[in-house]
Protein backbone atom coordinates (compact mmCIF):
# COMPACT_ATOMS: atom_id res chain seq x y z
CA UNK A 1 0.00 0.00 0.00
CA UNK A 2 1.01 3.54 -0.70
CA UNK A 3 0.06 6.16 2.25
CA UNK A 4 0.56 9.86 1.26
CA UNK A 5 0.12 12.69 3.38
CA UNK A 6 0.44 16.58 3.01
CA UNK A 7 -0.53 20.13 4.51
CA UNK A 8 0.64 19.76 8.03
CA UNK A 9 3.09 22.52 8.22
CA UNK A 10 2.52 26.28 9.30
CA UNK A 11 5.05 29.34 8.97
CA UNK A 12 5.59 28.31 12.89
CA UNK A 13 6.49 24.75 12.65
CA UNK A 14 5.99 21.75 11.66
CA UNK A 15 7.41 20.02 8.44
CA UNK A 16 5.13 17.27 6.65
CA UNK A 17 8.76 14.88 5.67
CA UNK A 18 9.08 15.17 9.75
CA UNK A 19 5.28 13.64 10.21
CA UNK A 20 6.41 11.16 7.53
CA UNK A 21 9.84 10.25 9.51
CA UNK A 22 7.65 9.34 12.78
CA UNK A 23 5.35 8.20 10.98
CA UNK A 24 7.40 5.11 9.42
CA UNK A 25 8.75 4.55 13.02
CA UNK A 26 4.90 4.10 14.38
CA UNK A 27 4.29 1.58 11.37
CA UNK A 28 7.19 -0.39 11.95
CA UNK A 29 6.55 -0.77 15.66
CA UNK A 30 3.13 -1.71 14.93
CA UNK A 31 4.46 -4.32 12.62
CA UNK A 32 3.81 -2.36 9.35
CA UNK A 33 6.56 -2.85 7.49
CA UNK A 34 7.75 0.30 5.54
CA UNK A 35 9.45 -0.41 2.39
CA UNK A 36 9.93 3.07 0.36
CA UNK A 37 9.64 6.88 2.07
CA UNK A 38 8.50 9.20 -0.62
CA UNK A 39 9.51 13.26 -0.56
CA UNK A 40 7.66 14.46 -3.89
CA UNK A 41 7.83 18.34 -4.44
CA UNK A 42 5.02 20.18 -6.02
CA UNK A 43 4.63 23.37 -8.53
CA UNK A 44 7.13 25.40 -6.77
CA UNK A 45 4.44 28.19 -7.60
CA UNK A 46 1.84 27.56 -5.66
CA UNK A 47 0.32 30.09 -3.41
CA UNK A 48 -0.84 28.24 -0.53
CA UNK A 49 2.63 26.36 0.16
CA UNK A 50 3.84 27.15 3.76
CA UNK A 51 7.72 26.78 2.62
CA UNK A 52 9.17 24.07 -0.49
CA UNK A 53 5.31 22.64 -1.31
CA UNK A 54 6.29 19.23 -0.18
CA UNK A 55 4.24 15.98 -0.10
CA UNK A 56 5.91 12.56 1.65
CA UNK A 57 4.70 9.04 0.56
CA UNK A 58 4.96 5.79 2.70
CA UNK A 59 5.80 2.41 0.53
CA UNK A 60 4.04 -0.21 3.15
CA UNK A 61 2.63 -3.31 3.84
CA UNK A 62 0.12 -4.71 5.67
CA UNK A 63 -3.17 -4.00 7.11
CA UNK A 64 -4.23 -0.54 5.48
CA UNK A 65 -7.19 0.01 7.66
CA UNK A 66 -4.53 0.28 10.16
CA UNK A 67 -1.88 2.28 8.59
CA UNK A 68 -4.15 4.70 7.70
CA UNK A 69 -5.72 5.02 11.60
CA UNK A 70 -1.72 5.05 13.17
CA UNK A 71 -1.76 7.85 10.06
CA UNK A 72 -4.84 9.81 11.34
CA UNK A 73 -3.81 9.45 15.30
CA UNK A 74 -0.11 11.06 13.84
CA UNK A 75 -1.80 13.97 12.17
CA UNK A 76 -4.35 15.08 14.77
CA UNK A 77 -0.88 14.88 17.16
CA UNK A 78 1.65 16.84 15.15
CA UNK A 79 -0.64 18.90 12.46
CA UNK A 80 -0.32 22.28 13.26
CA UNK A 81 -4.26 22.37 12.58
CA UNK A 82 -4.80 25.96 14.71
CA UNK A 83 -2.95 27.49 12.00
CA UNK A 84 -5.76 28.55 9.16
CA UNK A 85 -3.26 27.83 6.54
CA UNK A 86 -2.78 24.16 7.38
CA UNK A 87 -5.34 21.79 5.73
CA UNK A 88 -4.04 18.38 6.27
CA UNK A 89 -4.67 15.63 3.79
CA UNK A 90 -4.39 11.96 3.59
CA UNK A 91 -4.80 9.25 1.44
CA UNK A 92 -4.16 5.10 1.53
CA UNK A 93 -4.01 3.04 -1.36
CA UNK A 94 -3.82 -0.54 -1.96
CA UNK A 95 -2.85 -2.46 -5.72
CA UNK A 96 -4.38 0.54 -7.55
CA UNK A 97 -2.69 3.95 -7.30
CA UNK A 98 -4.30 7.51 -8.60
CA UNK A 99 -2.84 8.01 -12.07
CA UNK A 100 0.08 9.23 -12.80
CA UNK A 101 -1.43 12.16 -14.37
CA UNK A 102 -2.71 13.77 -11.50
CA UNK A 103 0.77 13.43 -10.08
CA UNK A 104 2.63 15.17 -12.91
CA UNK A 105 -0.45 18.21 -12.94
CA UNK A 106 0.44 19.03 -9.47
CA UNK A 107 3.76 19.31 -9.84
CA UNK A 108 4.04 21.31 -13.45
CA UNK A 109 0.42 23.21 -12.93
CA UNK A 110 -2.49 23.26 -10.88
CA UNK A 111 -5.30 20.65 -9.47
CA UNK A 112 -8.48 20.73 -7.11
CA UNK A 113 -9.44 19.56 -4.18
CA UNK A 114 -12.48 17.63 -5.97
CA UNK A 115 -10.46 16.32 -8.57
CA UNK A 116 -8.22 14.38 -5.95
CA UNK A 117 -11.29 12.95 -4.21
CA UNK A 118 -12.27 11.59 -7.65
CA UNK A 119 -9.13 10.00 -7.93
CA UNK A 120 -8.99 8.92 -4.14
CA UNK A 121 -12.87 7.17 -5.21
CA UNK A 122 -11.99 5.72 -8.35
CA UNK A 123 -8.66 3.97 -6.95
CA UNK A 124 -10.90 2.70 -4.30
CA UNK A 125 -8.30 4.68 -1.87
CA UNK A 126 -9.32 5.41 1.97
CA UNK A 127 -8.83 9.17 2.34
CA UNK A 128 -9.45 12.33 4.89
CA UNK A 129 -9.13 15.72 4.33
CA UNK A 130 -9.00 17.97 7.20
CA UNK A 131 -10.76 21.28 7.37
CA UNK A 132 -10.59 22.31 3.57
CA UNK A 133 -8.86 19.16 2.82
CA UNK A 134 -6.75 20.77 0.59
CA UNK A 135 -4.14 18.79 1.69
CA UNK A 136 -5.47 15.78 -0.81
CA UNK A 137 -4.16 17.56 -3.49
CA UNK A 138 -0.56 17.23 -2.53
CA UNK A 139 -1.53 13.68 -0.38
CA UNK A 140 -2.76 12.18 -4.03
CA UNK A 141 0.05 13.44 -6.04
CA UNK A 142 2.53 11.93 -3.63
CA UNK A 143 1.22 8.71 -3.79
CA UNK A 144 0.45 8.85 -7.71
CA UNK A 145 3.83 10.20 -8.40
CA UNK A 146 6.06 7.69 -11.41
CA UNK A 147 10.03 8.59 -10.33
CA UNK A 148 11.35 8.25 -14.01
CA UNK A 149 14.80 10.28 -12.49
CA UNK A 150 15.13 10.66 -8.69
CA UNK A 151 17.42 11.54 -6.09
CA UNK A 152 17.85 11.03 -2.03
CA UNK A 153 17.96 13.56 0.98
CA UNK A 154 18.89 12.07 3.94
CA UNK A 155 16.78 14.32 6.59
CA UNK A 156 18.15 14.69 10.15
CA UNK A 157 15.73 16.44 12.87
CA UNK A 158 15.97 17.95 15.83
CA UNK A 159 14.93 17.22 19.35
CA UNK A 160 11.55 18.33 20.23
CA UNK A 161 13.39 20.49 23.76
CA UNK A 162 15.91 21.80 21.70
CA UNK A 163 13.64 23.43 19.26
CA UNK A 164 13.79 27.08 20.62
CA UNK A 165 17.75 27.05 20.38
CA UNK A 166 19.50 27.85 17.38
CA UNK A 167 20.96 24.36 15.01
CA UNK A 168 24.10 23.20 16.02
CA UNK A 169 25.82 22.14 13.20
CA UNK A 170 29.66 22.39 12.49
CA UNK A 171 30.69 24.41 9.66
CA UNK A 172 34.17 22.51 8.85
CA UNK A 173 32.72 18.96 8.80
CA UNK A 174 30.01 20.53 6.66
CA UNK A 175 32.67 21.53 4.50
CA UNK A 176 34.55 18.49 4.22
CA UNK A 177 31.32 16.60 3.62
CA UNK A 178 30.74 18.83 0.62
CA UNK A 179 34.47 18.65 -0.76
CA UNK A 180 34.72 14.84 -0.32
CA UNK A 181 30.97 13.65 -1.85
CA UNK A 182 30.67 16.49 -4.47
CA UNK A 183 29.14 16.68 -7.10
CA UNK A 184 27.35 12.86 -5.98
CA UNK A 185 25.73 15.46 -3.51
CA UNK A 186 24.62 19.18 -4.07
CA UNK A 187 23.41 22.20 -2.26
CA UNK A 188 25.43 21.20 1.16
CA UNK A 189 27.29 24.43 1.18
CA UNK A 190 27.11 27.31 -1.18
CA UNK A 191 30.82 28.46 -1.29
CA UNK A 192 30.93 31.00 -3.94
CA UNK A 193 28.81 32.39 -1.60
CA UNK A 194 29.93 31.47 1.56
CA UNK A 195 26.43 30.44 2.91
CA UNK A 196 25.12 26.86 4.38
CA UNK A 197 22.65 25.50 2.38
CA UNK A 198 21.67 22.37 4.23
CA UNK A 199 20.77 24.06 7.14
CA UNK A 200 17.35 25.76 7.47
CA UNK A 201 16.86 28.87 9.40
CA UNK A 202 12.91 28.51 9.67
CA UNK A 203 11.25 26.89 12.96
CA UNK A 204 11.02 23.75 11.77
CA UNK A 205 12.41 20.44 13.36
CA UNK A 206 14.88 20.04 10.08
CA UNK A 207 17.99 19.67 11.62
CA UNK A 208 20.00 19.79 8.40
CA UNK A 209 19.25 17.82 5.26
CA UNK A 210 21.83 16.21 2.15
CA UNK A 211 20.75 16.20 -1.40
CA UNK A 212 22.42 13.05 -3.85
CA UNK A 213 22.49 11.50 -6.46
CA UNK A 214 21.60 7.96 -4.16
CA UNK A 215 21.41 6.88 -0.55
CA UNK A 216 25.08 5.91 -0.76
CA UNK A 217 26.22 9.19 -1.07
CA UNK A 218 23.84 10.90 1.48
CA UNK A 219 24.71 8.58 3.92
CA UNK A 220 28.75 8.96 3.23
CA UNK A 221 28.29 12.56 3.39
CA UNK A 222 25.58 12.62 6.68
CA UNK A 223 28.52 10.37 8.40
CA UNK A 224 30.79 12.73 7.88
CA UNK A 225 29.04 15.68 10.06
CA UNK A 226 28.74 16.59 13.48
CA UNK A 227 26.03 18.24 14.98
CA UNK A 228 23.83 18.49 18.61
CA UNK A 229 22.00 15.44 19.08
CA UNK A 230 19.33 14.77 16.58
CA UNK A 231 16.04 12.85 17.52
CA UNK A 232 15.32 10.51 14.33
CA UNK A 233 16.33 10.55 10.45
CA UNK A 234 15.23 9.39 7.86
CA UNK A 235 16.19 8.99 3.94
CA UNK A 236 13.98 9.98 1.66
CA UNK A 237 13.95 8.89 -2.48
CA UNK A 238 12.75 12.33 -4.57
CA UNK A 239 12.08 14.29 -7.03
CA UNK A 240 14.24 17.09 -6.27
CA UNK A 241 16.91 18.09 -8.47
CA UNK A 242 15.25 16.30 -11.94
CA UNK A 243 13.12 19.54 -13.42
CA UNK A 244 10.11 17.60 -13.01
CA UNK A 245 8.35 20.66 -13.11
CA UNK A 246 9.56 21.93 -16.02
CA UNK A 247 7.27 22.04 -19.62
CA UNK A 248 8.32 22.52 -23.00
CA UNK A 249 7.34 26.11 -23.70
CA UNK A 250 7.04 28.76 -26.94
CA UNK A 251 6.99 32.16 -26.42
CA UNK A 252 4.10 33.64 -26.66
CA UNK A 253 1.97 30.91 -25.24
CA UNK A 254 3.07 30.08 -21.57
CA UNK A 255 0.35 29.96 -19.01
CA UNK A 256 0.91 31.71 -15.76
CA UNK A 257 1.99 29.56 -12.79
CA UNK A 258 4.09 27.01 -15.29
CA UNK A 259 7.78 26.29 -15.39
CA UNK A 260 9.09 25.76 -18.90
CA UNK A 261 12.30 25.38 -21.12
CA UNK A 262 12.13 28.11 -24.34
CA UNK A 263 14.54 28.75 -26.72
CA UNK A 264 14.77 32.30 -27.78
CA UNK A 265 16.99 35.19 -29.25
CA UNK A 266 18.05 38.26 -27.16
CA UNK A 267 16.38 40.97 -28.43
CA UNK A 268 17.16 43.89 -25.80
CA UNK A 269 20.20 44.79 -24.03
CA UNK A 270 19.98 43.72 -20.24
CA UNK A 271 18.95 46.11 -17.78
CA UNK A 272 19.95 46.02 -13.95
CA UNK A 273 17.00 47.78 -11.79
CA UNK A 274 16.15 48.87 -8.28
CA UNK A 275 17.24 46.10 -6.22
CA UNK A 276 19.78 44.82 -8.39
CA UNK A 277 17.49 42.60 -10.62
CA UNK A 278 18.83 41.93 -14.02
CA UNK A 279 16.06 41.77 -16.89
CA UNK A 280 16.47 40.80 -20.77
CA UNK A 281 14.26 40.35 -23.33
CA UNK A 282 14.61 37.38 -25.75
CA UNK A 283 12.37 36.56 -28.36
CA UNK A 284 10.62 34.24 -31.10
CA UNK A 285 9.56 36.23 -34.58
CA UNK A 286 7.79 38.89 -33.02
CA UNK A 287 6.55 37.27 -29.98
CA UNK A 288 8.92 38.59 -26.75
CA UNK A 289 9.18 37.22 -23.05
CA UNK A 290 11.05 39.15 -20.09
CA UNK A 291 13.64 37.20 -18.28
CA UNK A 292 15.00 37.78 -14.67
CA UNK A 293 17.64 37.37 -12.80
CA UNK A 294 16.91 38.52 -9.24
CA UNK A 295 19.28 39.54 -6.45
CA UNK A 296 19.56 36.57 -4.93
CA UNK A 297 20.93 34.47 -7.63
CA UNK A 298 24.00 36.67 -6.78
CA UNK A 299 27.03 35.89 -9.92
CA UNK A 300 24.64 34.30 -12.15
CA UNK A 301 23.37 37.79 -12.84
CA UNK A 302 26.97 38.39 -14.16
CA UNK A 303 25.91 36.11 -17.26
CA UNK A 304 22.74 37.26 -17.48
CA UNK A 305 24.30 41.37 -17.80
CA UNK A 306 26.98 39.47 -20.01
CA UNK A 307 24.21 39.29 -22.90
CA UNK A 308 23.35 40.93 -25.91
CA UNK A 309 20.83 41.23 -28.81
CA UNK A 310 21.03 38.57 -31.68
CA UNK A 311 22.35 35.58 -29.38
CA UNK A 312 20.44 32.79 -28.52
CA UNK A 313 19.74 30.97 -25.33
CA UNK A 314 17.85 27.96 -23.69
CA UNK A 315 15.83 29.62 -20.82
CA UNK A 316 14.64 27.36 -17.85
CA UNK A 317 12.01 28.94 -14.62
CA UNK A 318 8.89 30.01 -13.94
CA UNK A 319 6.06 31.61 -15.57
CA UNK A 320 4.66 34.35 -13.15
CA UNK A 321 3.12 38.06 -14.25
CA UNK A 322 4.60 37.56 -17.76
CA UNK A 323 8.10 37.04 -16.83
CA UNK A 324 10.04 33.87 -16.62
CA UNK A 325 12.47 34.04 -13.61
CA UNK A 326 15.89 32.08 -14.64
CA UNK A 327 17.00 28.72 -13.05
CA UNK A 328 19.40 27.87 -15.34
CA UNK A 329 20.19 29.03 -19.19
CA UNK A 330 21.94 28.26 -22.09
CA UNK A 331 23.60 30.21 -23.91
CA UNK A 332 23.90 28.74 -27.50
CA UNK A 333 25.23 31.29 -29.35
CA UNK A 334 27.32 34.61 -28.53
CA UNK A 335 28.57 36.10 -31.60
CA UNK A 336 31.09 39.11 -31.63
CA UNK A 337 29.82 42.20 -31.30
CA UNK A 338 29.30 44.33 -34.16
CA UNK A 339 30.17 47.88 -33.57
CA UNK A 340 29.49 50.53 -36.03
CA UNK A 341 31.37 53.72 -35.37
CA UNK A 342 32.65 57.15 -37.16
CA UNK A 343 35.06 56.11 -39.85
CA UNK A 344 38.95 57.99 -39.82
CA UNK A 345 39.23 60.54 -42.80
CA UNK A 346 41.43 58.89 -45.18
CA UNK A 347 43.22 62.07 -45.76
CA UNK A 348 43.48 63.91 -42.60
CA UNK A 349 43.88 60.44 -40.33
CA UNK A 350 41.04 62.06 -38.22
CA UNK A 351 37.99 60.66 -36.82
CA UNK A 352 35.08 61.70 -38.73
CA UNK A 353 31.57 63.00 -37.36
CA UNK A 354 28.39 62.29 -38.59
CA UNK A 355 26.94 64.65 -41.03
CA UNK A 356 23.08 63.94 -40.22
CA UNK A 357 20.48 61.15 -40.51
CA UNK A 358 20.84 59.23 -43.11
CA UNK A 359 23.65 61.38 -44.22
CA UNK A 360 26.82 59.80 -43.74
CA UNK A 361 30.16 61.10 -42.34
CA UNK A 362 31.98 63.86 -42.83
CA UNK A 363 35.72 64.83 -41.69
CA UNK A 364 35.34 68.58 -40.37
CA UNK A 365 39.07 69.56 -41.26
CA UNK A 366 38.92 68.93 -45.19
CA UNK A 367 35.25 67.96 -45.70
CA UNK A 368 35.29 64.53 -47.05
CA UNK A 369 32.41 62.58 -47.11
CA UNK A 370 32.44 58.74 -46.29
CA UNK A 371 28.57 56.94 -46.73
CA UNK A 372 29.17 54.01 -44.02
CA UNK A 373 30.28 53.57 -41.13
CA UNK A 374 33.49 51.41 -40.30
CA UNK A 375 32.88 48.33 -38.53
CA UNK A 376 34.53 46.18 -36.26
CA UNK A 377 33.42 42.85 -34.61
CA UNK A 378 34.36 42.57 -30.43
CA UNK A 379 35.19 39.14 -29.18
CA UNK A 380 32.81 38.05 -26.42
CA UNK A 381 34.06 36.71 -23.29
CA UNK A 382 30.61 34.79 -22.51
CA UNK A 383 31.61 30.97 -23.52
CA UNK A 384 28.57 29.16 -24.60
CA UNK A 385 27.03 26.25 -22.42
CA UNK A 386 24.48 26.23 -19.58
CA UNK A 387 25.14 28.51 -16.63
CA UNK A 388 22.65 27.75 -13.25
CA UNK A 389 21.71 29.61 -10.08
CA UNK A 390 24.04 29.22 -7.27
CA UNK A 391 22.76 26.41 -4.00
CA UNK A 392 21.80 28.98 -2.42
CA UNK A 393 19.07 30.36 -4.86
CA UNK A 394 18.25 26.98 -6.49
CA UNK A 395 14.52 25.56 -6.52
CA UNK A 396 13.81 22.07 -4.86
CA UNK A 397 13.05 20.68 -7.64
CA UNK A 398 15.84 22.46 -9.96
CA UNK A 399 18.31 20.18 -11.39
CA UNK A 400 22.14 21.41 -10.68
CA UNK A 401 24.20 20.71 -13.68
CA UNK A 402 26.42 18.74 -11.75
CA UNK A 403 24.17 15.89 -12.89
CA UNK A 404 25.11 16.30 -16.24
CA UNK A 405 23.71 18.43 -19.14
CA UNK A 406 19.70 18.70 -18.57
CA UNK A 407 17.96 16.17 -20.69
CA UNK A 408 15.81 18.93 -23.21
CA UNK A 409 12.43 18.26 -24.98
CA UNK A 410 11.99 16.98 -28.32
CA UNK A 411 10.59 20.82 -29.77
CA UNK A 412 13.68 22.28 -28.11
CA UNK A 413 16.14 19.86 -29.63
CA UNK A 414 14.79 20.60 -33.77
CA UNK A 415 14.67 24.43 -32.44
CA UNK A 416 18.69 24.37 -31.75
CA UNK A 417 19.67 21.10 -33.63
CA UNK A 418 20.57 23.13 -36.56
CA UNK A 419 23.00 25.19 -34.68
CA UNK A 420 24.53 22.78 -32.03
CA UNK A 421 25.84 19.53 -31.56
CA UNK A 422 27.57 19.74 -28.12
CA UNK A 423 24.25 20.01 -26.16
P1 LIG B 1 4.41 21.03 4.21
O1 LIG B 1 5.70 20.74 4.89
O2 LIG B 1 3.24 21.09 5.12
O3 LIG B 1 4.15 20.06 3.12
P2 LIG B 1 4.66 23.00 2.12
O4 LIG B 1 5.52 24.18 1.88
O5 LIG B 1 5.01 21.80 1.38
O6 LIG B 1 4.57 22.56 3.61
P3 LIG B 1 1.87 22.99 2.29
O7 LIG B 1 1.67 23.52 3.65
O8 LIG B 1 1.78 21.55 2.05
O9 LIG B 1 3.24 23.53 1.74
O10 LIG B 1 0.87 23.78 1.34
C1 LIG B 1 0.71 23.50 -0.02
C2 LIG B 1 -0.76 23.24 -0.31
O11 LIG B 1 -0.99 23.40 -1.70
C3 LIG B 1 -1.18 21.82 0.05
O12 LIG B 1 -2.47 21.86 0.57
C4 LIG B 1 -1.19 21.09 -1.29
O13 LIG B 1 -2.11 20.03 -1.33
C5 LIG B 1 -1.57 22.21 -2.21
N1 LIG B 1 -1.00 22.03 -3.55
C6 LIG B 1 0.24 21.59 -3.84
N2 LIG B 1 0.42 21.56 -5.17
C7 LIG B 1 -0.72 21.97 -5.74
C8 LIG B 1 -1.16 22.13 -7.09
N3 LIG B 1 -0.35 21.87 -8.11
N4 LIG B 1 -2.42 22.58 -7.31
C9 LIG B 1 -3.24 22.89 -6.26
N5 LIG B 1 -2.87 22.75 -4.97
C10 LIG B 1 -1.63 22.29 -4.70
Request: hydrophobic letters at 35%; charged letters at 25%; aromatic letters at 6%.
Amino acid sequence: MWIGIDDTDSPEGMCTTYLGAVLARRLEASGIPVHSLRLIRLNPTIIWKTRGNAAIAIGAGGDPDTAFSIAESLIEELADLGCERTNPGLVVCGDRRPPAAFAEEAITGFCTIEGAIDACIEAGARYRGWKNGRGLIGAVAAVAAELDDSTSEYLVYRDVGRRERERVVDRKTLTTAEEMTHPHTWDTVDAANNVVVCVPHTPDPVLFGIRGENPVWVSLARNLIESEDPAIEALFETNQGTDAHLLPGMIGSLEDGRSYIVVGTVSTHPATGIGGHVSVRISDRDLHLTCMAYEPVKGFREIIRALAPGDRIVACGSYRNNTLNLEKCCILDAPPLRIAEAPICPECARKMTSAGTRKGYKCRRCGKREEDPAVRFEERHLVPGWYEVPPSARRHLARPLCRGSPPLPDNVVNLISDQVDWL
